[in-house]
């Protein structure tokens, strides 16, 4: 039985990115628009998946699975060429693919690296669909993070109350599902409080569907709200994923998260977070934050709301510093956040 088998639509592997070996394209849910309508966008090359990535078609992991996706649509692209032609080809896929938004580049390179030498591998062994094979490695690669989150989402809720309220930030993706399949097995009645996360609602349109569709209470609140929820709705902890933690414990996450750690840090609510810390980012030093055309704060679902001639500015992340944090559940275990650096001491069960 798939890892996905009983999380909300949008957390099954279809539903995410897939290779339509059929139809030679990559099929990804248009998170952008998600839940008001339910579409796929077509991506016919390769480097249609990276737009789509940098467009935000897909959010949170789900660049990771359309990337991988990307290379086995990339192998179709050059099938019956040379070997060295077909290298070729899939090593500036990886680049186009993992270059497409620049703060988690190097976590990308992991995925379309793993794809290459897979590649090398079916290549030498004289396999004939390459695409075929890397498509079955984006799916095992699926299944591998699923069964790892199913751990860090057990660990996340044994910091939660039996019953109680919790609040979220952006989308946390698998983190989320697994938290409520495990809420669900434990008899814990949580009831969680989204953020919306402006500009494309991330926070009220995806993480609060998630809930939602597996059948826990959740209420919206605007990107302005937080402090006064905290203080006035009995929540009991703040919890975010990650896109980038360091060495040293800085967490960086989509922006606004910073602000209710503040918040949360003030009334005395626990903040935890989800994720792994990465190598590739010993300190604050080796981090760029994305910074978004500013037209995508001008504008809400396609509408525009300001007069012409109004400036924008849109950092799509911000920085926690690790006093803010209690803990960071890992997929090794939970770590303060100045000791998360010896999960790579840690052996997995």
Wanted: glycine share 6%.
């Amino acid at each position: 039985m798939r890892f996905d088998h009983d999380l909300a639509f949008m957390l099954r592997y279809e539903n995410i990115a897939w290779y339509d070996e059929e139809k030679a394209l990559v099929r990804i849910l248009d998170r952008r628009i998600y839940p008001i309508r339910t579409e796929f966008v077509n991506c016919r090359s390769h480097g249609e998946v990276a737009e789509a990535i940098a467009k935000m078609v897909t959010q949170s992991y789900g660049p990771y699975t359309a990337a991988a996706m990307g290379m086995a649509l990339a192998a179709r692209e050059c099938a019956g060429q040379s070997r060295d032609r077909q290298m070729a080809h899939l090593q500036a896929a990886a680049s186009c693919l993992a270059s497409a938004r620049p703060t988690t580049a190097r976590q990308m390179q992991r995925i379309t690296q793993r794809a290459l030498e897979a590649a090398s591998h079916a290549l030498d062994a004289g396999e004939s669909r390459l695409d075929r094979r890397l498509f079955e490695l984006a799916v095992e690669a699926l299944e591998e993070k699923y069964r790892s989150i199913e751990r860090q989402g057990k660990d996340l809720i044994s910091f939660f109350p039996a019953r109680g309220r919790v609040m979220t930030q952006c989308f946390a993706d698998t983190v989320i599902g697994m938290m409520l399949r495990a809420c669900r097995a434990e008899g814990k009645e949580i009831e969680f409080f989204c953020p919306e996360t402006r500009p494309f609602y991330q926070g009220s349109r995806l993480t609060a569907s998630v809930i939602c569709d597996m059948g826990f209470p959740v209420t919206v609140i605007c990107d302005n709200m937080p402090a006064f929820t905290l203080e006035h709705k009995g929540i009991d902890l703040f919890t975010s994923a990650s896109d980038v933690i360091t060495l040293d414990g800085h967490i960086i996450n989509k922006v606004g998260t910073f602000q209710i750690a503040l918040a949360a840090s003030h009334f005395g609510i626990p903040y935890y977070c989800t994720g792994n810390p990465d190598r590739d980012h010993p300190d604050l030093s080796t981090i760029v934050i994305e910074e978004r055309k500013p037209e995508e704060v001008l504008e809400s679902m396609g509408q525009r709301l300001v007069m012409d001639g109004v400036q924008a500015y849109y950092p799509a992340f911000d920085i926690t510093p690790p006093e803010l944090c209690r803990a960071i559940v890992t997929t090794r275990g939970s770590f303060a956040p100045k000791k998360v650096a010896d999960f790579f001491q840690s052996s997995v069960d």
